[in-house]
């Protein structure tokens, strides 16, 4: 997988659905905000074995906003704020091979 750009790794389904939406929205034309969580959205309710509801999406979204909690601050100098939302996507995959594997 060394040398494939995240694009080509979602195309290829070597990665989770929900990270590949998430990849695709990315590397895609710039989306809005709207475009690029619709875009996820689908992608989980993809990978579901039954109907989405209004629980799974507010889980979904605290679950992201968890994710950017715990990798955020790993990879920054904290006397440069500028740094502090610096994320490696390595760091995000990691986690969702993880996850797969609970």
Known sequence: MIGRTLEELAQGHLISGVLSG????Y???KMTDTERAQTIWEAFCGELTQEPTD???EAFATAIKELVSQLQYDNCDWQAPEDWKIM???DVLDIADELEAL
């Open 27 to 29: 590397t895609q034309r």
């Open 55 to 57: 629980d799974m999406k």
């Open 22 to 25: 998430m990849i695709l929205s």
């Open 88 to 90: 490696d996507a390595r």
